[in-house]
């Protein structure tokens, strides 16, 4: 088969990221730049940080690669889900760079993205995928040409109700981090527990564990435990479910909670119990980056894809199962 260098851009919220990969599935350069978090996500604000900071990432990925844009023969960007703003920097930063030097362009679903990452730096085969984000929480599996969703939250992201979690007490941000330090030294108070059907809601819990927080007596230890214990349950209790439907025998986990060493000890625990094998990517391939956007559009292109400009319009709301996988 030809030989491929793809750049892949990822910009869905406030992380930017630039990937160079190969068909052979060799990461040449993987770079992320963080937009500085004080507070919530601005999108706006973090858009603006990711078109300034987009030409000089670039330059340092094609540094580390040894390459120049003439090298380049495919371009992938992050078409959705997540920040408008964030969406059209990457967006525009791929179509223009396509245009200028003749480089098919290919829009990728950035969930699926950490997917076929996960594919390709584990053992992983046909995994049914457990993907915890600051943005994004899902139980995916590949069934009848499609990545479908079993289960997901209704309302906030894992990620999302943690991180909210540490700025309501001024724990630091991101949340997910210090929440977990914390919690290694305390011990269970009641928080509730929602899981409705295959779904999850985490927006009550976050409301109670901050409520338990600021009650006085409450050691902020023992709300950051039963926070994860809670919320950490409810998601592989899902994942079990999801796992005995599907009847896959491999779980990857995905996204940046997933460095998380009491869920992955979860997750772990409920996988051996069922027989299935358990994968965890490398860190710098778990959160957001470019180097799986770069991967997915190679593999996508090798399938046939590539997008016309018209085609490359941002998805806010770009669900996993909307994708037809012609690649697998
Ligand atoms: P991502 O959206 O995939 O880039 O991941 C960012 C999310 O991962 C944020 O919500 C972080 O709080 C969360 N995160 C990072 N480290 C940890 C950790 N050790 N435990 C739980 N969540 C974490
Ligand atoms: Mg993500």
Same mark, same amino acid.
């Given at each position: 088969?030809?030989?491929?260098?793809?750049? %892949?851009?990822?910009?869905?919220?406030?992380?930017?990221?630039?990937?160079?990969? #190969?068909?052979? %599935?060799?990461?040449?350069?993987?770079? /992320?730049?963080?937009?500085?978090?004080?507070?919530?996500?601005?999108?706006?604000?973090?858009?603006?940080?990711?078109?300034?900071?987009?030409?000089?990432?670039?330059?340092?990925?094609?540094?580390?690669?040894?390459?120049?844009?003439? !090298?380049?023969?495919?371009?992938?960007?992050?078409?959705?889900?997540?920040?408008?703003?964030?969406?059209?920097?990457?967006?525009?930063?791929?179509? *223009?760079?396509?245009?200028?030097? %003749?480089?098919?362009?290919? +829009?990728?679903?950035?969930?699926?993205?950490?997917?076929?990452? +996960?594919?390709?730096? /584990?053992?992983?085969? #046909?995994?049914?995928?457990?993907?915890?984000?600051?943005?994004?929480? $899902?139980?995916?599996?590949?069934?009848?040409?499609?990545?479908?969703?079993? @289960?997901?939250?209704?309302?906030?992201?894992?990620?999302?109700?943690?991180?909210?979690?540490?700025?309501?007490?001024?724990?630091?941000?991101?949340?997910?981090?210090?929440?977990?330090?914390?919690?290694?030294?305390?011990?269970?108070?009641?928080?509730?527990? /929602?899981?409705?059907?295959? !779904?999850?809601?985490?927006?009550?819990?976050? &409301?109670?564990?901050?409520?338990?927080?600021?009650?006085? +007596?409450?050691?902020?230890?023992?709300?950051?435990?039963?926070? $994860?214990? *809670?919320?950490?349950?409810?998601? *592989?209790?899902?994942?079990?479910?999801?796992?005995?439907?599907?009847?896959?025998?491999?779980?990857?986990?995905?996204?940046?909670?997933?460095?998380?060493?009491?869920?992955?000890?979860?997750?772990?625990?409920?996988?051996?119990?069922?027989?299935?094998?358990?994968?965890?990517?490398?860190? #710098?391939?778990? @959160? #957001?980056?470019?180097?799986?956007?770069?991967?997915?559009?190679?593999?996508?292109?090798?399938?046939?894809? &590539?997008?016309?400009?018209?085609?490359?319009?941002?998805? $806010?709301?770009?669900? &996993? !199962? $909307?994708?037809?996988? &012609?690649?697998?």
């Amino acid at each position: 088969m030809e030989k491929v260098i793809c750049l %892949g851009i990822e910009a869905t919220a406030e992380k930017l990221g630039i990937g160079i990969l #190969d068909s052979e %599935g060799n990461i040449l350069a993987n770079r /992320t730049k963080h937009q500085p978090l004080k507070g919530g996500i601005h999108p706006r604000e973090a858009a603006q940080h990711h078109a300034e900071n987009l030409r000089p990432l670039l330059d340092l990925a094609l540094q580390d690669a040894g390459l120049a844009m003439g !090298d380049i023969e495919l371009i992938a960007f992050s078409r959705g889900p997540g920040m408008g703003p964030c969406l059209r920097v990457a967006a525009v930063a791929a179509r *223009t760079l396509s245009l200028k030097h %003749g480089i098919p362009l290919v +829009g990728v679903n950035h969930c699926i993205g950490h997917i076929e990452i +996960g594919r390709l730096k /584990t053992e992983a085969k #046909d995994p049914l995928t457990l993907y915890v984000s600051g943005g994004n929480t $899902q139980v995916i599996a590949f069934e009848g040409g499609r990545y479908r969703v079993f @289960g997901e939250t209704l309302d906030i992201a894992i990620g999302n109700c943690i991180d909210q979690f540490a700025r309501n007490l001024d724990l630091g941000a991101p949340g997910g981090p210090v929440v977990e330090r914390l919690a290694r030294k305390g011990s269970y108070v009641p928080l509730p527990y /929602t899981v409705k059907g295959m !779904d999850l809601s985490f927006s009550g819990l976050l &409301t109670a564990a901050t409520g338990a927080a600021r009650t006085e +007596g409450n050691r902020i230890e023992d709300v950051c435990f039963s926070l $994860q214990e *809670t919320a950490f349950a409810m998601i *592989t209790e899902v994942t079990e479910r999801a796992l005995a439907h599907t009847e896959k025998e491999e779980v990857l986990m995905a996204g940046g909670v997933a460095v998380n060493s009491r869920l992955q000890e979860m997750v772990r625990t409920m996988a051996r119990e069922r027989g299935a094998g358990f994968f965890v990517p490398p860190g #710098d391939v778990l @959160g #957001d980056n470019g180097a799986m956007i770069a991967w997915t559009g190679i593999l996508m292109h090798r399938s046939g894809i &590539t997008h016309r400009l018209e085609e490359t319009r941002v998805e $806010q709301r770009y669900r &996993t !199962d $909307q994708v037809e996988v &012609t690649w697998r």
